[in-house]
């Protein structure tokens, strides 16, 4: 087979090679597989023409690195990749918890424990009733409590210093 051929099919043979590493799930086998198909042709180069060798070096790593950049980056915007990769998701911040922020308007509100915390249980403000968690230590039963932060799950308390 002609030198020239065999270099082409080989570069070709590799760009398809790193296409399908990006498709399908091969753990590296097909990733090996082109930089073997780019050495080959490195390799069939120098054996034709030592300047031409020479050449494809520099080549092959500016290719490999755009190849790869427009299979990553720009595949994905065309209309084939629209149908290729998933789209990215709008920002879900609190769907899995809907009411994870009216917890953060919680602090600073006074309310009861309605159960024993140690350290989760649930507590009453206004007329909310909402699981939370004791901040330091354990607050008995229908102790005055104080909210003093909030995560996505629960309002976090303390027992309330009460002026007497």
Not at 15 to 34: N, Q, R
Not at 54 to 69: A, D, F, M, Q, W
Not at 85 to 108: C, H, R
Not at 118 to 127: D, L, S
Request: glycine share 10%; with cysteine.
């Amino acid at each position: 087979m002609e030198p020239l051929l065999m270099i082409f099919l080989l570069l070709g043979a590799a760009m398809v090679l790193a296409f399908m590493e990006i498709m399908l799930p091969s753990f590296g086998l097909l990733t090996a597989a082109s930089v073997a198909a780019l050495m080959g042709a490195v390799y069939v180069a120098f054996g034709y023409a030592t300047w031409l060798g020479y050449v494809l070096v520099p080549v092959v790593i500016v290719g490999g690195i755009c190849y790869l950049s427009f299979v990553v980056h720009i595949l994905p915007k065309t209309p084939l990749g629209k149908r290729m990769f998933l789209s990215k998701v709008s920002d879900a911040t609190g769907q899995g918890t809907p009411e994870a922020n009216a917890y953060d308007e919680m602090i600073g509100k006074t309310g009861t424990a309605v159960s024993l915390l140690r350290p989760g249980g649930m507590v009453r403000i206004g007329a909310k009733r909402l699981p939370a968690h004791a901040e330091i230590g354990m607050i008995e039963k229908d102790t005055p409590i104080v909210v003093v932060g909030a995560d996505s799950m629960n309002v976090i308390v303390r027992k309330a210093d009460i002026d007497t």
